[in-house]
Each structure stands twice: as C-alpha cells, then as structure tokens.
C-alpha cells in the first residue's frame, strides 16, 4: 500500500504504549494494531484528529506516502 503509517514512530518519541494511546484515543486496542501496521483501509477524521490531539503532532507525522513503483526498482 502506498500509504505508509508512522504512528510507532510517534509512540516512541512519546514514550508512550499502544494501549494508553488506545484508551486515550477512545479506540479497542486491537483497532489502533490494525492502523499501526498499515493493514486499515481507512481512517475516520475524527479518529486522525484525536491521534494527533493525543500525540501532540500533525497528520503528516502519521501518514507518508510512498511510491510504490520505487521501491521494486
């Protein structure tokens, strides 16, 4: 998928676990897995929104494109 996800990044730079940002995004722990190992084929605004909210950062800190043709060269 094109669309890389950098929330692991953030989370370290945070210190801060998957499930306290689980609990204090408002979300099942299971669903932020999904949206932290790329595997989520959409993301609710309100959901990026509390994200960045929680992590202190802006959307493009999360999410990056990635040209996939490149990457097979």
Known sequence: ???AVDIDVMLARRKMS???LADRVG???AN???????R???????????LCEVL???PGDLLR???EDASGE
């Open 40 to 50: 989520a084929k959409a993301v609710r605004f309100a959901t990026l929104a509390a």
């Open 32 to 38: 932020l897995a999904v949206l932290k190992n790329g």
């Open 27 to 29: 979300i099942t722990p």
């Open 18 to 20: 998957v499930g306290e």
């Open 56 to 58: 202190e950062c802006q």
């Open 65 to 67: 494109w990635e040209d």
């Open 1 to 3: 998928m094109p669309i």
